[in-house]
Structures are given as C-alpha cells and as structure tokens.
C-alpha cells in the first residue's frame, strides 16, 4: 500500500525557517518524480514545487523561489521541503504528493502537515 | 505559467441530477505527439487530502464510479457527475500537468446538494 507521511509542520515566525519531511512506503520510491502542494486554510490547492526521480531536476512557483528548497533521499525513501524566510502567506498545509507515472498526474497524497506562519 | 480557470466557483444541484464542471487552461495541454491532453480532476472531501478522479481528460481512476466523466481537449474541460450522490459533495479541482515545470491547479468548485 502506497503511504506518504509528512512531518515536520508547526509555528514559526515570520522570517524563520522550517524544514519538512515526506516518508514515503509501499512502492520504490527512487523512480517517482514527487511534488509539495499546499493549502492555505478554507483556500484552494497551490502548487509549490516538484523534484524528478533522481533529484537532478527542480522547479518551484514563483511565490516560493529562491526561498524553498525541494530535495529527496532515495535512500531514506523521503522526500523533503527546506523552507526559509518564511511569510504569513505561507501557512497552508503543506502536502506531499506522487507522480504516478512519467509525466503523468498526480495518483497518491499525504495527509498534510500543517504549517503556521505567525508572530 | 499556465493558468487554469475553474466555472464556476460554487453549484448547488439535486440528489440524481447531473452536474457540470468547466476547466478552461490559458494554453493547450495536448500534447500533440501522442495526442493526450495533460488534465487531471480531482475531488476533496472536508479534511481529506485530494483524490485522483480522471486523467488524460477523459480517463477514469481505479475504483472511481462510472457517474464521474471528463471531456474536452486543447484548453476547454468538463467534469460531469450524471447522477449526483450525497456522497459526491466536496470541491473539485482540475489540474494541468503538461508542463514539468509547474503544476497549476484551477481554483476549485464547491458541489452541494441543492
């Protein structure tokens, strides 16, 4: 059965820094390119970022680059969100997400980890 | 970036009655090598993370009843619930994954019972 579980969401100020982990179980997880995707509460899904499968290639939206960083250990099976200077506009939960075959949609979430940007 | 519009925002319909769903994208995700356009739907519950109901616009997830259907192709998309179910109340999401350098979903549409 095919799991992801992030971790790592909480309270931090404006400015500061989070880092968030992704487990992933119950398939390989080195050959499936992974996405985060957030929800800010009562709003819609935004796309954040996603990484290929072996970590060569990144892409990020506008609102989160050259502050969030994208990363995968293939051989922890986890999948990871670096995320500094951090802004109000950034609380959502944050999810994980699998690319279910190559260049294809998106088939397994995470539950989400909630993330709280505030003073 | 491709960006993706949702009609509309919110719909209220009857227990068995059909609902309707458009997804229009600011640019063509069919891919004209294979001749698949790039658009998923997909459901979320209260509490719930999403869930994956077609891709390829018109291919039906594993497991996902025959009531939901898409349609469309280039920059024009439907979800259709032919008979709605008390259970199909939840926001839909149409996403495009035709470029691999985003991921834009649409801004949802909210299904209620009327």
């Known amino acids: 059965e095919v799991q992801l579980v992030e971790s790592g969401g909480g309270l931090v100020q404006p400015g500061g820094s989070l880092r968030l982990s992704c487990a992933a179980s119950?398939?390989?997880?080195?050959?499936?390119?992974m996405h985060w995707v957030r929800q800010a509460p009562g709003k819609g899904l935004v796309w954040v970022s996603r990484i290929n499968s072996d970590g060569s290639s990144t892409s990020y939206a506008d609102s989160v680059k050259g502050r969030f960083t994208i990363s995968r250990d293939n051989a922890k099976n986890t999948l990871y969100l670096q995320m500094n200077s951090l802004r109000a506009e950034d609380t959502a939960v944050y999810y994980c997400?699998?690319?279910?075959?190559?260049?294809?949609?998106?088939?397994?979430w995470g539950q989400g980890t909630l993330v709280t940007v505030s003073s | 970036d491709i960006v993706m519009t949702q009609s509309p925002d919110s719909l209220a319909v009857s227990l068995g009655e059909r609902a309707t769903i458009n997804c229009k994208s600011s640019q063509s995700v069919l891919y004209s090598s294979n001749n698949k356009n790039y658009l998923a739907w997909y459901q979320q519950k209260p509490g719930q993370p999403p869930k994956l109901l077609i891709y390829w616009a018109s291919t039906r997830e594993s497991g996902v009843p025959d009531r939901f259907s898409g349609s469309g192709s280039g920059t024009d998309f439907t979800l259709t619930i032919s008979s709605l179910q008390a259970e199909d109340v939840a926001v839909y999401y149409c996403q495009q994954y035709y470029s691999t350098h985003s991921g834009a979903f649409g801004q949802g549409t909210k299904v209620e019972i009327k």
């Open positions: 997400a699998r690319v279910g075959m190559v260049r294809g949609p998106i088939d397994y």
């Open positions: 119950g398939f390989t997880f080195s050959s499936y390119w």
